[in-house]
């Protein structure tokens, strides 16, 4: 599907953010291992948490739709077969953290993948993995990955990147190993399994950066997930950069370790309220009011890097509206996404008249651009990209041409609809 994006006369009212990509796939994957009855309310309806829905079925557990985004996960039947093939679609997560999942227990199992995840890095999860006594068969670290799972070993590992994907999938195999297994990461990634395995009652600690796990049994519960801080984030960037623009974004998750982007847009000036701030399930949810705003340059490095690495391509938007020279550091991880989210980004939005450079682990932006746009860009692939480059459309002179933007289902379907209702 091809969409022209026009400029926009401003954004007003008020969106209800659809479910966390990240809470929704652990909901899924640790009601399976509970060995009993959760449900899910507000379950993302994304294609990747669709993908991780259907492994949890093909491992034996009954899904049950009780009402749209609401659903009953039985996993008594789990884990009962010795081999399976599990389609892991797009969905990186999906394949590293059923890894872990599935490498300490006595089966046989085949993670593939779509074109795309079989080109990603495997090996930050196959090592640590290996480490701990597990058998792999791969593609030259890449999937497709053949688990011959066992009962594995504790260990203490201090994980090379940031990286919540890696962080949980040796979590997940350490709660199904005798002992205590403890990773230390070099800054706090998203801690979204460590807060719903704890709600789940594992025996689990995180002091600062490292996390301690033993071996446990879940206890089946219902869980709910909250909006996507990552989904928001393109609303919160197009409130601040298109004029005449007063929106509120409803149900947003603002846990800590995903929050880098209100830090940010908070350093560049923008006008951002968070409101009603409220707990659900271990997790921190609010609402967000933000308005068109004066912004000045920043410089994003470090430790605030895992706290925003989804939201980076619509901050390089963000950033060409600033006054000043915006710099992103420490984020060459960005190239390992969906797509190389560095090389990708910087080639299409200089297409409408971004100025943008690559770096080797990051960009450089000159700010205050009037951006020309009247271009065809393509988004590889890739739903972060394909949204942000909309963003950008709607600050463009001219009209802007999105290829394949359908590449929007792995994690907001409901983008187009929603945007469009502000206008
Ligand atoms: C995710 C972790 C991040 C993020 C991805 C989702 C997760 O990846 O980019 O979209 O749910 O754990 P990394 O762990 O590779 O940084």
Excluded at 258 to 274: C, E, L, P, W, Y
Aim: hydrophobic letters at 40%; aromatic letters at 6%.
């Amino acid at each position: 599907m091809n969409i022209t994006v026009n400029k926009s006369k401003g954004l007003k009212g008020e969106v209800v953010i659809p479910s966390d990509k990240s809470i929704s796939h652990r909901s899924a994957m640790f009601s399976a291992l509970t060995g009993g009855v959760c449900e899910v309310h507000n379950f993302s309806m994304g294609a990747d948490c669709i993908s991780t829905l259907n492994i949890i079925k093909e491992l034996g557990c009954s899904v049950e739709f009780l009402a749209e985004k609401h659903i009953r996960i039985d996993s008594k039947n789990a884990f009962k077969k010795d081999r399976y093939k599990l389609d892991c679609g797009n969905s990186g997560t999906s394949m590293r953290l059923f890894s872990g999942i599935l490498a300490s227990r006595e089966i046989e199992s085949t993670l593939f993948g779509d074109e795309s995840l079989s080109k990603r890095p495997m090996k930050r999860v196959i090592l640590p993995l290996e480490l701990m006594g597990a058998k792999f068969k791969h593609n030259d670290y890449k999937a497709p990955l053949i688990i011959q799972g066992k009962e594995l070993f504790p260990i203490d590992y201090k994980t090379p990147i940031a990286s919540a994907q890696v962080k949980s999938c040796i979590l997940l195999a350490g709660l199904n190993t005798v002992g205590e297994t403890k990773v230390t990461e070099p800054y706090v990634s998203r801690d979204h399994t460590e807060r719903m395995l704890k709600y789940l009652e594992a025996d689990i600690s995180t002091e600062g950066n490292v996390t301690r796990i033993r071996k446990s049994q879940l206890v089946p519960k219902n869980l709910h997930v909250c909006g996507d801080i990552s989904s928001a984030a393109f609303f919160m960037v197009a409130a601040a950069i298109v004029p005449n623009s007063d929106i509120i974004i409803k149900n947003v998750g603002l846990n800590p370790t995903r929050t880098g982007i209100i830090d940010v847009m908070q350093k560049m000036g923008a006008d951002i309220q968070i409101l009603d701030k409220r707990s659900e399930c271990n997790e921190e949810v609010g609402d967000i009011r933000i308005k068109t705003s004066d912004l000045k340059s920043v410089t994003i490095e470090g430790a605030i890097i895992p706290r925003l690495i989804d939201e980076l391509p619509v901050i390089a938007v963000l950033a060409s509206q600033a006054d000043g020279t915006t710099v992103v550091k420490d984020a060459s991880d960005l190239r390992n996404k969906e797509s190389d989210r560095i090389k990708c980004l910087v080639t299409e939005l200089k297409k409408i008249g971004v100025q943008i450079e690559e770096t080797p682990d990051g960009f450089v932006i000159e700010g205050k651009n009037k951006l020309t746009g009247g271009a065809e860009v393509e988004c590889y692939h890739d739903h972060r990209l394909a949204m942000s480059l909309y963003v950008a459309g709607l600050i463009c002179e001219n009209p802007v041409c999105i290829n394949e933007f359908q590449w929007v289902d792995i994690s907001f379907p409901e983008f187009l609809p929603l945007m469009q209702s502000l206008f």
